[in-house]
Each structure stands twice: as structure tokens, then as C-alpha cells.
């Protein structure tokens, strides 16, 4: 390892005025901790490396040889590798965090009943959404990842001991949890991408990504879920990994806005199209559930287009990994080989060349919470959540989450 760093914040005392603003907002919004009767008691979350909190340490054991298990992930914020593939908290932390609850507890971390009374975390970092058998059968080479039905699998085992013999008498405990359905998908297009399946075929699967995320959503709400947040996907083609992997020397392959690789976002973009259009579908079906599209790529995108308003000068470079103009190599990754570590990942938009930086997920939820990333608002779902409702500024709670 080349260089650690601190991530924190440079030191200085506030500007007079600075201090103002901080304590002003602080008084309208207390910290998550003073903040009393949470608006949701437990949030439930599926999903992939993007959500999960450290499932993969408990599946797939410490010495798996995965990388995002050791240091330096987790410096920034937990000062020690939690399983989280970046370098501090992900968007369901600050979720949870927005409404008053502890970090949401990985499911293979907990036991008793008593462990998951905030509720539970079932991704898993390289996760799909569809089965690994329907890749194999179109020949696309696919390990025996966890998979979306596997998550569910879990969740109703989760179900099993909180409600012991009484499905039907936990309506009342799912009815009040906010469930966040993803991010779950990228794992389906990502692994074809690596191995190099042209694009056009990958395109073939969405419709039966969407179709998987779909009856997910449909069981949850058969449970009793009323109120669910599914994220679409990011701006895969502002990933370092594939900037450097698909680069091109044909300037119309790049968005001049952003530098990212313009076919990888139209694909995004088509992803999220399908699913907006399900999710419409999913809502004429059942008009008493809340159903947010949770717009990821639109959030993410504000840090491509305009970084400095996030503090982030770097975002198409990774701040881990193996060097190079984006930051990685073929050679070496984050944690393993010849990599380096930036001096401060509060900067970078990528933590390893894969994964975003906290600095990123930060940026994201607050687009989430308090933008406009959600359809229909988030604000306008929870009007029991007042930290959620009160304040309509995101500008805000950038100096909240900067405290
Ligand atoms: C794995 O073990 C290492 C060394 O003991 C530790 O630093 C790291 O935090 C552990 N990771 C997890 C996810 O528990
Ligand atoms: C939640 O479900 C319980 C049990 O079915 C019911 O008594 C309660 O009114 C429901 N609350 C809401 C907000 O739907």
C-alpha cells in the first residue's frame, strides 16, 4: 500500500458566519440521535455491493481473498474494513440515518428476533438480480452469485422469526418499514460487460431484469409493504474501470459534458426507462403501496456535471486502485497488488475504480432525501418523517452532513 490518508475533513475553526449557518440548521434539524420516534422503525434493503453493509464478510468468510473486506476500505468513515465496498458509508446508511435509526444491520450478522429491531440488510455485494442459471443458459459465464430470489429467500426466513407462526401478524410491523429494493441489477450487466458480451445482447436481458425486480416488488407488497423505494441505476458509463477498459478515440463515444462514455449511459438510461414504465404498471396494480423510483443515475449525474458544488475535484478517477489516467489498471485493484491510495477520497467521486466514494453516496442521498431524485417525492410519502418533510432545501443538508 502506497499511501494512507485520513479522509478527514482539513482542520480550521468555521467562519462567524459559517458557525451561524451550522447552528441555525442544526436547530431545525437535530442530529439523527435527538431527532425521537423514528417516522419508519425498520428499513428492510436488498441489493448488491452498492447496499450491502457486510453480508459478503458473513457468506463468503474473511479470508475469501475479497479484497473490499480488508483495509484501506472503510478508512474514511469506520476507520476499519466493515464489508462495505467503499471507503465509508453507503446511501442506505445515510437513509437510515435520515430517519433516526442505527446503521441497518447486515441479516448474516444478526440471530435473535431482537437483532433486527431496526430491521435488515440482505444484499451482498456481487449479487444479480436474475439467477445465475439464466445467464449460463444464454452461454454467459456466471459464478454462483447471490441473486435476488435468494434475498427474498432470506427475508422470508427473517419474517419466519419475528412472527413465528403468524405471517399475517406481521402486516402490521411490514406496513410501517420502508423497504429499499435495490440498487439490484448492475451485477446482470456488469459480469457480461467484463467478459465482453457485445452490448446489443446484453440489452436482451433488461426486460427480464426488470420482470425479476418486478415480482420482487409484487411478494413484498403481498407481505404487506406499503412503502418502497427502488432505485435504478447509476451512470455506468462514468465508471472508471470502463472509461479505461472501453476507451475510445472517437470524441462522439464521450458525453462532452461529463467525459463518460456515452453508449454505457444510454444503456443505463434504458435500464431505468423499463423500469420507470414497470413500476407505473406496479402502481395501477396497487394503489394503497407507496412505490418511489429512487432516480440514482439523475442524483449521480449532478457530481459529473458539476463536482465542485460537492467538494469532489476527481470524479471520473478512482482514488484506490492500481494508477493510470482513471486511476486503475488491469494489474492491480484497490487492496490488492501494486495500488495506491489518494490522500483524501473526499475528493474522488470512485472509491476503487468500481464502487462510488462516500463522498458520492453522500451526494446521492441527500439528492434522494431532500432533491428532487425521487418519483413521486419521498417528502411528499412520509409526512410522519419531519426530517424528511420539513426542509426542502438539499443545500441544507449539505452543511448538516458536513458537520
Ligand atoms: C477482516 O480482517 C481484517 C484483519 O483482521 C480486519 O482489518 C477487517 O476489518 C476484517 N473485515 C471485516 C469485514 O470484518
Ligand atoms: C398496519 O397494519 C395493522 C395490522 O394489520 C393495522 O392495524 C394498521 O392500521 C396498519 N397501519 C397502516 C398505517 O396501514
Not at 490518508?5 to 459559517?18: D, K, M
Not at 443458459?137 to 429467500?153: Q, R, T
Not at 478517477?317 to 489518494?342: H, L, M, Q, W
Request: aromatic letters at 10%; one cysteine or more.
Amino acid at each position: 500500500m502506497a499511501s494512507s490518508t485520513s479522509g478527514r475533513r482539513g482542520g480550521g475553526l468555521l467562519s462567524p458566519a459559517a458557525a451561524v449557518l451550522v447552528v441555525a440548521v442544526a436547530v431545525l434539524l437535530p442530529a439523527a440521535q435527538a431527532r425521537g420516534e423514528p417516522c419508519y422503525p425498520r428499513v428492510f434493503c436488498f441489493g448488491d455491493s452498492l447496499a450491502d453493509t457486510g453480508n459478503y464478510a458473513f457468506l463468503y468468510g474473511n479470508d475469501s481473498g475479497q479484497p473490499a473486506l480488508w483495509p484501506p476500505y472503510g478508512e474514511t468513515y469506520f476507520h476499519r474494513a466493515t464489508g462495505r465496498f467503499s471507503n465509508g458509508r453507503l446511501v442506505v446508511d445515510f437513509v437510515a440515518d435520515a430517519l433516526g435509526l442505527p446503521l441497518v444491520r447486515p441479516y448474516w450478522s444478526g440471530q435473535s428476533a431482537g437483532d433486527f429491531a431496526s430491521g435488515a440488510n440482505f444484499a451482498v455485494g456481487g449479487a444479480t438480480a436474475l439467477s445465475p442459471a439464466f445467464f449460463r443458459a444464454k452461454g454467459v459465464p456466471m459464478g454462483d452469485v447471490v441473486h435476488l430470489d435468494m434475498e427474498m429467500e432470506w427475508f422470508r426466513d427473517l419474517l419466519g422469526l419475528l412472527c413465528p407462526g403468524d405471517l399475517a401478524g406481521c402486516k402490521g410491523m411490514m406496513n410501517q418499514s420502508l423497504f429499499l429494493v435495490g440498487e439490484i441489477g448492475g451485477n446482470d450487466y456488469n459480469t457480461p460487460l467484463l467478459s465482453r458480451v457485445p452490448i446489443t445482447e446484453i440489452r436482451s436481458f433488461t426486460p427480464s431484469v426488470i420482470a425479476k425486480i418486478s415480482s420482487t416488488i409484487t411478494e413484498l407488497i403481498g407481505l404487506g409493504a406499503k412503502t418502497l423505494v427502488v432505485p435504478g441505476n447509476l451512470p455506468i458509463g462514468c465508471i472508471p474501470y470502463y472509461l479505461m477498459i472501453f476507451k475510445s478515440d472517437k470524441n462522439e463515444d464521450y458525453e462532452p459534458e461529463t467525459g463518460c462514455l456515452r453508449w454505457m449511459n444510454e444503456f443505463s438510461q434504458y435500464h431505468n426507462e423499463l423500469l420507470i414504465d414497470e413500476l407505473e404498471k406496479l402502481r395501477k396494480l396497487h394503489p394503497d403501496a407507496a412505490i418511489i423510483y429512487a432516480d440514482y443515475y439523475g442524483a449521480a449525474m449532478e457530481i459529473f456535471i458539476s463536482p465542485e458544488q460537492f467538494g469532489i475535484e476527481d470524479p471520473l478517477v478512482a482514488c484506490c486502485g492500481g494508477g493510470g489516467p482513471y486511476g486503475v489498471s488491469t494489474t492491480a485493484r484497490c487492496g490488492s497488488g501494486e495500488y495506491k491510495v489518494c490522500d483524501d477520497p473526499q475528493k474522488y467521486g470512485s472509491w476503487d475504480g468500481f464502487h462510488p466514494s462516500e463522498a458520492a453516496y453522500k451526494a446521492i442521498a441527500i439528492g434522494l432525501l431532500w432533491g428532487s431524485y425521487t418519483q413521486p417525492p419521498i417528502a411528499t410519502i412520509t409526512k410522519s418523517c419531519p426530517q424528511l418533510s420539513e426542509l426542502g432545501s438539499s443545500l441544507e443538508h449539505k452543511v448538516l452532513y458536513d458537520m
